[in-house]
């Protein structure tokens, strides 16, 4: 690892006449190039007092600028990607928490986040977009003296992200430069990516999975990574057809709309095969899985990610056994099953999954409480619940928090999730618990049918009790034209009940 463990020598890792990044309908940005962006890009941020360490808020729409933002401005400071359809008031926590040294916007595109940090007296820099898809300039903000100016070492922050959290305050996630540096090694070393590999992404760029799994690790690997202004699944297989790239990495909703459209598009899948395609940040239901690498004709590679371990922890592999509805073996940090007192347990046991490893955040900031709670013995609790198989497969059975207790008897949402998704016509399925009055929680779902299918509540409930003990077979099914999701394409199971207005 002693060679890849800071952005910088990352960026060294290309031909330097080969692309780095690309983005539709534009001329794209050499490794060399790059290379320079990053040297110059520094060297503006410490013109402007701004250095190792110092954090610099980013809010750029989806495409090429954004990634290359990222790259460049982490090789000398921190950054802080947020989400640019956050409103005024998401914008005023964000920056008062995060405490930036500056924000960086690009001109000409219209955000609150501006209005908020100059109000906040936050310096705040422009990007200018030039020729090469990912080329900029900064310009604005005031003349300083950083007081660490150069390149990042390994152990400095280079990414700070906060964790999705439900109804608690998120917490702040730093990740070192030797973090992210290791996550994106990890994923190279799974996917077998090389410089002949381009990644179409499609995944927001304010997320660790887009960052990382695209992004960075196709820099590293000395391949391209090919920017688009997000998902969009009728954009989808034009973007395939005019880019021609080895593969892409989706959420599993995002893979679900892409097969959705897929008989529509046979022709443009025989004519742009694909090397593989990865999927990650929630878990895909396997009869989805098999339905991915039938219709392209290659594996489709589930992945096990989380912020806090800069994304990768657990994947399928490329080559060899995939098993539908496991995350894979472990790939990167080292995995582990454990009690609630803190022993680990064997193989076939269920209890939290944990990890350590080079890309696993050091703790959250300046939250003693969420520390002690998080980390176990040099290990951290990542809050999901699941066991090793006798193979050594990470097999998760739901978020802890997300487990529904009924009346004592426990449901894996995850299980019924793909009992359900199993029936040929359910598109998409999302079991989620329903308050009840005596036994506490109950089991419900959300069903979004396929195209010309019908299916009663009753006829589904029939199926799932064919596969399912019968206190997890959903006492209610919804029939929904679209499940709700997060900013970054997750189904939303918590809240869902009280979304829906249901209780029984």
Request: aromatic share 4%.
């Amino acid at each position: 690892m002693s060679a890849t463990r800071t952005l910088e020598t990352l960026l060294g890792r290309g031909a330097p006449g080969a692309p780095a990044i690309r983005a539709p309908g534009r001329p794209p940005l050499t490794h060399a190039a790059l290379r320079t962006l990053a040297a110059e890009t520094v060297a503006a941020l410490n013109a402007r007092g701004i250095g190792r360490g110092d954090r610099v808020a980013i809010v750029l729409p989806n495409g090429p600028e954004m990634a290359a933002a990222f790259l460049c401005l982490a090789a000398g400071a921190s950054t802080a990607p947020l989400n640019p359809a956050y409103r005024s008031e998401d914008f005023s926590f964000y920056l008062q928490d995060l405490r930036p040294k500056a924000l960086v916007v690009q001109r000409g595109v219209e955000t609150p986040a501006r209005a908020v940090a100059e109000g906040l007296g936050i310096p705040v820099l422009e990007l200018v977009p030039g020729a090469a898809a990912g080329s900029f300039t900064l310009e604005g903000g005031p003349a300083g003296t950083p007081a660490r100016p150069g390149m990042a070492q390994e152990e400095e922050e280079a990414l700070v992200l906060h964790t999705s959290g439900t109804t608690a305050r998120p917490k702040i996630v730093p990740l070192s430069q030797r973090n992210i540096a290791a996550s994106a090694a990890h994923i190279g070393a799974t996917l077998e990516l090389s410089a002949d590999d381009a990644c179409l992404n499609i995944m927001p760029l304010f997320h660790i999975h887009g960052l990382i799994a695209a992004v960075l690790s196709s820099v590293a690997a000395g391949g391209a990574v090919c920017c688009t202004p997000g998902f969009d699944a009728l954009r989808f297989y034009r973007l395939i057809e005019e880019e021609r790239p080895s593969w892409y990495t989706a959420v599993p909703t995002m893979h679900q709309a892409i097969l959705g459209r897929a008989e529509r598009n046979a022709e443009i899948i025989a004519r742009v095969p694909l090397r593989f395609i990865r999927s990650s940040s929630a878990s895909m239901p396997g009869p989805v899985m098999e339905q991915m690498e039938a219709v392209f004709g290659c594996p489709l590679v589930e992945s096990y990610g989380m912020t806090e371990a800069a994304h990768q922890m657990a994947s399928n592999p490329l080559r060899g056994t995939r098993k539908p509805g496991a995350v894979g073996l472990p790939a990167g940090p080292e995995v582990g099953i454990m009690d609630e007192d803190g022993g680990l347990l064997p193989r076939g046991e269920v209890g939290e999954v944990v990890i350590r490893g080079p890309n696993v955040t050091a703790g959250y900031e300046a939250n003693p409480e969420a520390n002690a709670k998080a980390f176990s013995d040099g290990w951290f609790r990542t809050g999901d619940q699941g066991m090793l198989d006798a193979d050594g497969y990470l097999q998760l059975t739901g978020r802890l928090k997300e487990i529904i207790n009924r009346g004592g008897e426990k449901v894996s949402p995850l299980e019924v999730d793909g009992v359900l998704s199993a029936h040929e016509g359910v598109a998409q399925a999302l079991c989620f618990a329903i308050p009840h009055g005596k036994l506490g929680e109950e089991v419900g779902a959300a069903v979004v049918l396929r195209e010309g299918a019908e299916l009663t509540e009753r006829e589904l409930r029939d199926f799932a009790a064919l596969h399912l003990a019968e206190f997890k077979v959903p006492r209610k099914v919804v029939f929904l034209d679209e499940i709700p999701k997060g900013a970054t394409g997750k189904l939303m199971r918590i809240g869902l009940a009280e979304k829906l207005g249901l209780s029984l």
